[in-house]
């Protein structure tokens, strides 16, 4: 290990043990900026890859969902939707209606822009952390949150809202990005002297977000947690699930229980 290699580690573990401490969601770094999950999966290398195995996996769950509820129009909510990946293979499928939601109102123009079924997608610009908070929120049929939950919080409060928001019966799946190739992506990506910078950058962040109690700078690490814990976390939040560690993320869905009286 190179001193720029061992320099980034620790700046790392740092920043994630502070973050962990204190994690201020940077809702208005991503409210400024678009990410287009489309161009990562049509870009070539391992990256590419890995979005587009991350859809595949999801795509399965939504296939088994769909096929089991033949015949039921179902009502989505694609949470934290960016240019609407999601959005669409939920429409391919046959689902009647999505609600997706961003906080990127350039993100939901691209979305719109894309999308041919327009009359059956709404787009809302909210942070989805506000969409539990009246008092009978609407419920959906699917609650997806796709490479997002890990951006919104503490894990196991975003968790209960996406518990909160899906029907009895309903699917509720996503996948949580991860801490434990985070390094290793960001050194393929950006090279080591890029990756110490944005090491040290997130430190930074993470130790200003954390003693002023807000998104100071533009923090958008947000993978603190490995994937054992996040597998953890996931248990504790959903009575059966079924969770999958992949190299980068670790992916669930769980059918949501009828609450409790
Ligand atoms: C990594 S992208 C994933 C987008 C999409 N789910 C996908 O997989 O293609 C994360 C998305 O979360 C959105 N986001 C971050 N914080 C949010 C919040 N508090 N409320 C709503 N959207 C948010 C960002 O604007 C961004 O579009």
Partial sequence: MNVLDGGS?????????????????????????IWDGDGFEAASGDLARAYQSERE?????????????????????????????????LLDL???????VDVSTASLELLRGRTRDAERVSCVLQDVRLLGAVPDPPTY??????????HLGDLTEVLHLLRRMAKPGGL????????????ELQAERRGATKRFSSSMHFLMAALL????NRSVMSASRSQLHTACETERLLRQAFPEVLVRQEKFWVSFSTIAEAPSP
């Fill in 172 to 183: 509720i799946v996503g996948d949580v990005w991860t801490s434990d190739n985070y390094a």
């Fill in 9 to 33: 580690r620790t700046a790392e573990y740092l920043g994630r043990r502070i973050a962990e401490w204190r994690f201020v969601p940077p809702v208005d770094y991503w409210a400024g900026r």
């Fill in 209 to 212: 977000n954390g003693l002023a």
């Fill in 94 to 100: 046959g689902v009647e209606h999505v609600t997706s």
């Fill in 141 to 150: 049929d699917i609650v997806l949150c796709c490479d997002a939950i890990h």
């Fill in 57 to 89: 996996i999801i795509r399965s769950s939504l296939e088994d969902y769909v096929t089991h509820t033949r015949g039921r129009r179902l009502f989505a909510l694609d949470a934290a939707c960016g240019t609407g990946r999601y959005t669409r293979l």
